[in-house]
């Protein structure tokens, strides 16, 4: 998870709750909806779900993020710092009969902005999808310092990323592991459904949906380091723009070099597209925007949403691996961070940025143009181009 400012505006009309979650009849998977949160900055959104922990259940909204590893909430009596608040209702320990704080003191997690905060490891039951996970392992946090998050966090990454490992601390099964290890899901699996920006999207726990995308899932093969899985590395080869002629060819210009090309992570905590600034300041010029150091942000003339014919293309896994191409809508979203104007006409929020040398992340503005199936199991990441706007479901289990 990169960690962004966040305000609390809702994209949506859809109301968090544990009773929306989607029908689903397919044994040995779960499917939530996903509410967005608008970002301050125009960093863009952050998508949201609703689970409950406890006896009785007490409901609480997390951000789903497959950046980082663990389950953890906000305390009752948190102490606050957070620039933005601590959001998404909160947990109180005392309340629930089934609690055990077994690790008091021992949860301690940050950010890349600097956030942080301190807490317990715990265990309790987690309610997911009207399905129960007995005696899961989450963390509370009693203190929260910094810009973000402003909610708790559903970490989707491996043990390797826990913040226990961190603290060198033992590995614990995380939420999906525990979810497999006792029946409610087949295989420690999931597939990421965000849509369009103005859209609901959906994850679904231990399967795929075929209505979502189109074309065929290509794996690929998460990155160890240190003979550990963290999070979801893969190798990224290159990235560039296409322009669709009316005659249904394309022309394509890719920026892939040195700096480009290695590990990324899918990130979806993150809200956009980080790579180093060669590859990353070609795809903006190219498409008329530009980065303004001083407000640290992407832009792009909002009339570019318009465009139909352009595309954003993200090479994976080699010359002969999957290519994902985002149409260029998905990666323009509202600048909210002031009014600001490229070339007199109004700017918006990009959702290609530049990062340091070897720091590559592919955040919302690219799983907003992949459907992704995650897959502990296999050690492996499946992707398609996504369709969007799809209602119909024909989801099989993994």
């Not at 400012?5 to 109301?15: K, N, R």
């Not at 103005?198 to 209505?211: Q, R, V």
């Not at 002031?338 to 990062?355: K, L, Q, R, W, Y």
Request: glycine share 12%.
């Amino acid at each position: 998870m990169v960690s962004t400012t966040f305000v609390t505006t809702i994209l949506g009309i859809v109301a968090l709750s544990s009773a929306h979650r989607w029908k689903n009849d397919v044994p040995g998977t779960i499917e939530l909806p996903l509410t967005l949160v608008e970002a301050a900055a125009g960093e863009g959104p952050l998508y949201l779900v609703n689970i409950s922990i406890g006896t009785p259940p007490q409901e609480v909204t997390v951000q789903i993020d497959t950046g980082s590893s663990d389950l953890w909430v906000f305390a009752s009596n948190v102490e606050c710092d957070n620039a933005y608040g601590c959001l998404g209702s909160s947990f109180v320990s005392n309340a629930s009969r089934t609690l055990v704080d077994d690790m008091p003191n021992k949860f301690v997690y940050s950010y890349g902005s600097g956030a942080n905060g301190t807490g317990d490891f715990v265990t309790d039951d987690l309610h997911i999808g009207g399905k129960t996970i007995k005696n899961a392992r989450f963390g509370i946090s009693h203190d929260a310092y910094g810009i973000s998050p402003t909610y708790g966090i559903m970490g989707l990454g491996f043990p390797g990323g826990e913040a226990a490992v961190q603290s060198g601390l033992s590995e614990y099964n995380t939420t999906v592991m525990a979810m497999k290890n006792q029946g409610v899901i087949n295989s420690a699996a999931f597939s990421i459904y965000l849509n369009d920006v103005d859209s609901e999207g959906s994850i679904l726990f231990g399967g795929y949906d075929t209505a979502k995308y189109s074309g065929d899932l290509k794996t690929l093969n998460v990155i160890e380091f240190d003979d550990a899985y963290g999070q979801w590395y893969i190798n990224l080869t290159a990235i560039g723009t296409s322009t669709i002629s009316s005659d249904g060819s394309s022309s394509t210009s890719w920026y892939g070099n040195s700096s480009v090309a290695g590990a990324a992570f899918i990130d979806s905590g993150s809200p956009k597209i980080f790579v180093p600034g060669n590859g990353a300041m070609n795809v903006i010029l190219d498409l008329g925007g530009e980065y303004d150091y001083s407000l640290s942000s992407s832009l792009i003339p909002c009339s570019a949403k318009n465009k139909t014919d352009v595309t954003v293309d993200v090479l994976l896994g080699g010359s002969n691996g999957p290519l994902i191409q985002i149409p260029i809508h998905q990666l323009i979203e509202p600048y909210t961070g002031g009014n600001v104007t490229i070339d007199g006409e109004e700017a918006c929020s990009f959702g290609v940025s530049p990062g340091p040398d070897g720091f590559q992340i592919l955040g919302d503005a690219f799983l907003r143009g992949a459907y992704t199936v995650f897959n502990m199991d296999n050690h492996t990441v499946s992707v398609a181009d996504i369709k969007l706007n799809v209602k119909e479901s024909k989801i099989i289990a993994l």
